[in-house]
């Protein structure tokens, strides 16, 4: 099996690569730095020659407002529906995130276009996969809602049912080279866990002393349960300490 990967040396993008090796797949990674602007489609068509599956990775961010980015997000899945219709790739597997139709997640732009990304894709006629993901351990170290000062860590108050970003990879992997693939899976943890939580036992185990601050969540819904683990997800381990352990 011949296997694009869009965003192949992301976060999650690393993973899915070895995860679909191991598995005796040929993989062709998808990114700038292999020639391929997914915003413009430039490289595209050429980049999925001869491939079978394709998995959407990317994370798609462009311009300083929040219109530039929706765009330039709806723009990527446009190309990749048409190089897909072009090429004969048999199908996509779009990594996205649980609970994004949430009325509570309105005023969050990069939800609102992982929202249409999924709509798109459906309506696309082309097989489609959606792997929708809890947010991951590995958001500790994110911009997105951790701010760390000389004293101190200042962390918002997502809780959140955080995944290990290793499994989810395996599960993209598992309905890549399915032979009867799901039309959609959701993944989360095994438990609930406060972001503060997490990036405290991260900084324990390196050693940094700076305590953590918890500061309010941009949006409500980020606090109030809304990340939960939907109805019917997988819940796959570790849990949190066994995470904080594989980061010793």
């Known amino acids: 099996m011949k296997v694009a990967v869009i965003g192949a040396t992301g976060t999650i993008g690393t993973p899915i ?39 959407d990775a990317s994370k798609v961010t462009t311009g300083n407002q929040p219109a530039d980015g929706h ?31 949430k009325p509570a997640f309105d005023a969050f732009p990069f939800y609102v276009s992982k929202r249409a990304v999924e709509e798109l894709l459906r309506a696309s006629g082309v097989p489609t996969t959606i ?34 970003v290793e499994a989810v990879a395996a599960i993209i992997v598992r309905e890549a080279v399915a032979s009867t693939p799901a039309a959609e899976v959701a993944v989360a943890g095994p438990a609930p866990v406060h972001l503060p939580e997490v990036v405290a036992g991260l900084l324990a185990v390196r050693g940094d002393p700076r305590p953590v601050r918890t500061v309010p969540a941009v949006l409500p819904g980020f606090s109030d349960g809304a990340l939960l683990a939907p109805s019917g997800a997988e819940l796959v381990g570790p849990d949190l300490a066994g995470w904080i352990a594989t980061r010793r």
Do not use: K
């Open 131 to 164: 792997v929708r993901s809890a947010q991951w351990f590995e958001f500790a170290d994110t911009p997105t809602a951790v701010t760390p000062f000389p004293d101190r860590v200042e962390v918002q108050d997502w809780y959140m049912q955080a995944v290990a």
């Open 71 to 101: 765009r330039a997000v709806l723009a990527a899945a446009r190309h990749l529906v048409e190089a897909c219709r072009t090429d004969g790739v048999g199908r996509i597997v779009l990594v996205s995130i649980t609970n994004i139709e």
């Open 17 to 55: 690569v070895a995860g679909l090796r191991a598995r005796g797949a040929e993989v062709v990674p998808v990114s700038r730095s292999t020639g391929v602007d997914v915003v413009t489609g430039a490289g595209l068509r050429a980049a999925l020659t001869g491939v079978d599956v394709v998995i």
